[in-house]
């Protein structure tokens, strides 16, 4: 993640610790990536628990990056407005 957003120069790295709320956010999402798995596979295919497990491990791998931009995304939009137009130096 940027230090600085490039737009607007708002700081990202608020204080220590700032970030683990986000965990919450991503637990979130992370759960939401293992139903969607089950689902598809249940009732597409409907086969083994090992590769239930497979596919929900290279769901998680394959969504980790995203994951970790949208949970901390989500985490700091609950504190701080987005306001166009406005430079924060």
């Not at 120069?9 to 683990?20: A, T, V």
């Not at 709320?21 to 992370?30: D, I, L, T, V």
Request: charged fraction near 10%; aromatic fraction near 22%.
């Amino acid at each position: 993640m940027n230090k600085n957003c490039p737009v607007c120069g708002f700081d990202f790295i608020q204080e220590p610790s700032y970030y683990f709320g986000a965990m919450y956010f991503s637990y979130a999402f992370q759960v939401a990536v293992f139903v969607l798995v089950y689902l598809v596979l249940r009732y597409t295919y409907d086969p083994g628990t090992w590769t239930y497990v497979i596919f929900m491990i290279l769901g998680a791998v394959i969504i980790l990056p995203i994951n970790f931009r949208m949970s901390r995304a989500a985490w700091i939009n609950l504190f701080v407005s987005y306001q166009p137009g406005v430079t924060r130096h």
